[in-house]
């Protein structure tokens, strides 16, 4: 079983700055994509970033040139660098990773942390 744990979500104002972080943890052999999510209320849960171990990535037209994903392989840890935030962004952002365990293919998602931007 493989857990996905997300920090840094918090409330911050129209123009500022956030950094998540999600690390895995568990029985795993090799992690092949991790991503970024994020639902806000009444809509659909949307991709956001998404990276493979490779190091391609891919983002959301709304977020390209604002947020960036990195990931540290060693760690297991994907982060998500947010700048000049939105309140539109708004939304609980999930972690997602997919790989390989001892148990066969794995994907697991992470409980959510909250992005609030407000003034």
């Known amino acids: 079983q493989v857990q996905l744990v997300e920090s840094g979500g918090g409330l911050v104002q129209p123009g500022g700055s956030l950094r998540l972080s999600c690390a895995a943890s568990?029985?795993?052999?090799?992690?092949?994509?991790m991503g970024w999510y994020r639902q806000a209320p009444g809509k659909q849960r949307e991709l956001v970033a998404a990276?493979?171990?490779?190091?391609?990535?891919n983002y959301a037209d709304s977020v390209k040139g604002r947020f960036t994903i990195s990931r540290d392989n060693a760690k297991n840890t994907v982060y998500l660098q947010m700048n000049s935030l939105k309140p539109e962004d708004t939304a609980v952002y999930y972690c997602?990773?997919?790989?390989?365990?001892?148990?066969?293919?794995?994907?697991?998602w992470g409980q959510g942390t909250q992005v609030t931007v407000s003034s």
């Open positions: 997602n990773a997919d790989g390989l365990g001892p148990q066969g293919d794995f994907g697991s």
């Open positions: 990276t493979t171990s490779g190091g391609s990535t």
């Open positions: 568990g029985s795993i052999f090799v992690i092949a994509n």
